[in-house]
């Protein structure tokens, strides 16, 4: 732990137990909440910040405790959350009473964390709005039509290098090779850098993606308190990134509007949608803006990006029906796909989506009250409940997407039930939900189906000895990093039909049992 993580935390230390003398935990008794008792300090936190449990899996366990109940309470540290449980409300909630619940937790400011606190995560109300209608231009299907090139090469060049490197007998870490891909992707789309992180890993771009982005104990651990105390973040100047991130995008979003201008470069990417809009006094975006935005969509599009692709293909690998349905469907394709042939392969869509239902990336979605809102009575006899405003909300992905109520046999993965119409809108929120939803959720689901069409089309994915299945998440960490790595063996189509006759030779020479 580095020693301004650990100033901060004897800091906050001191904080929680000051603090926890005068806070009152029968907030949710007074209002009529069920909940579970909290520790003393760690509130209900105690088995993600003792490392017993990774925190999907800990809050899915906790989702179930309270399964007669609409909603229920749950202490994130000493903040009191009231954690939704019913999918009609979380509608009610996140689309028709939007203006009530506007904005995410904050822990940041313009002064002193600009980069996290001017992305479209975190602004808030009008400015939110303002910057969500600035942005949406640019994953319209004619914005995404238009950067479809940049990520076909990049996905031939990947395809290209696995299959050359799995003719020598190559054992994959996927998620090596999917942040590779996934950061040539964001560099060439964002920021109209062209990078090769397969040949060149030691690029400035990848490097600086595997340094910001590492969610190690330390980081986490800053995060959740971040959540908690972003007052006393403020005051410190702590910053969660530090200052180096900010430092490298700017340089980058600077150098390339200055080219840009000079010579009348234009390319199909985010940098010049923001260079090319205006707010409403007719002014460019500066420079800070646009680096807040750029860095936000950096960091879905590397790490986040990754982690769907790593899961999807452990689960093609592991899934040989699975993967023969994906196989004739991309066949269908002819050879090169067009934007057309990617948008309309639902049955790989379906894979995806069943995948994200199994493994949300994220643990839960918050909101917080903006105007004071009414929640019905939890259960049939109980009495309503007042939320009023600065009190958060969670909605818990993992719970809804694992409840029987809602999917059969929720812990068998059957792509099929996204096909016939099982899923409800409003039980599966992999993304988000209401208009707060992931901008990018169409680009991530396109990035990933170019990149499995052009696997798929000369590859074959399958478990090997490093597999690890069912898959197992560090408990020290907020991202879905598994314990062990995700390992595949793929081969080209060649030797995998080769293996093929040696196994059916085999088998007909009763040498093989």
Avoid at 13 to 23: H, S
Wanted: net charge positive; proline share 6%; aromatic share 12%.
């Amino acid at each position: 732990m580095d020693p301004v993580t650990t100033a901060l935390v004897v800091v906050l230390l001191c904080i929680f137990a000051y603090r926890f003398l005068w806070i009152s935990t029968k907030s949710f008794e007074e209002r009529g909440i069920h909940y579970t008792k909290p520790w003393p300090v760690v509130g209900n936190m105690a088995p993600i910040l003792f490392r017993r449990q990774f925190i999907s899996d800990y809050i899915q366990d906790v989702y179930f405790k309270f399964r007669d109940l609409k909603y229920f309470g749950f202490y994130n540290l000493f903040s009191p959350v009231i954690v939704i449980r019913d999918p009609e409300l979380i509608t009610s909630i996140a689309v028709k009473n939007f203006d009530h619940f506007t904005d995410h937790i904050i822990f940041s400011d313009d002064e002193t964390d600009p980069l996290m606190s001017k992305n479209l995560l975190a602004l808030k109300g009008d400015d939110w709005r303002d910057m969500r209608k600035l942005l949406s231009p640019a994953f319209t299907s004619a914005k995404m039509k238009s950067m479809f090139k940049l990520i076909i090469d990049c996905a031939e060049k990947t395809s290209v290098f696995i299959a050359e490197g799995s003719k020598k007998g190559r054992v994959w870490d996927m998620q090596d090779i999917f942040r590779r891909y996934a950061n040539d992707v964001v560099a060439t789309t964002s920021f109209g850098i062209a990078v090769d992180s397969l040949k060149d890993p030691a690029n400035e771009f990848y490097k600086f993606g595997r340094e910001t982005l590492n969610f190690s104990t330390a980081a986490t651990l800053k995060i959740l308190l971040a959540r908690n105390f972003p007052s006393v973040f403020r005051l410190l100047g702590i910053k969660i990134f530090g200052s180096k991130p900010r430092k490298f995008f700017t340089k980058i979003v600077a150098e390339t509007t200055r080219m840009r201008e000079e010579k009348g470069i234009r390319r199909p990417d985010m940098i010049q949608l923001m260079m090319d809009s205006r707010d409403k006094d007719g002014k460019r975006l500066s420079i800070d803006d646009m680096t807040s935005q750029a860095f936000i969509f950096f960091a879905a599009g590397f790490e986040t990006t990754a982690t769907m692709m790593c899961l999807v293909a452990q689960m093609i690998a592991t899934n040989p029906e699975v993967q023969s349905k994906l196989l004739l469907e991309v066949q269908e394709g002819h050879g090169q796909p067009t934007y057309d042939v990617i948008r309309d392969m639902v049955y790989m869509d379906a894979v995806i989506d069943e995948t994200l239902r199994m493994y949300p990336i994220a643990g839960f979605l918050d909101r917080i009250c903006v105007k004071e809102f009414e929640l019905p009575p939890a259960k049939p006899g109980a009495k309503s409940v007042q939320v009023k405003p600065g009190e958060p909300i969670w909605f818990v992905p993992p719970g809804l997407q694992h409840d029987p109520k809602y999917y059969e046999d929720p812990e068998n993965f059957r792509p099929e039930r996204f096909l016939n119409g099982e899923v409800s809108p409003n039980t599966y929120m992999p993304f988000g939900f209401g208009p707060r939803i992931c901008i990018g959720n169409r680009f991530a689901i396109m990035e990933a189906k170019i990149l499995f069409y052009h696997l798929l089309k000369s590859c074959v994915l399958d478990s090997c000895e490093k597999t690890t299945v069912p898959l197992m998440f560090c408990k020290n960490s907020i991202a879905r990093l598994p314990l062990k790595g995700y390992w595949l063996s793929i081969r080209t189509k060649e030797d995998h039909s080769v293996a093929n006759d040696h196994v059916a030779n085999g088998k007909a020479n009763g040498t093989v049992s």
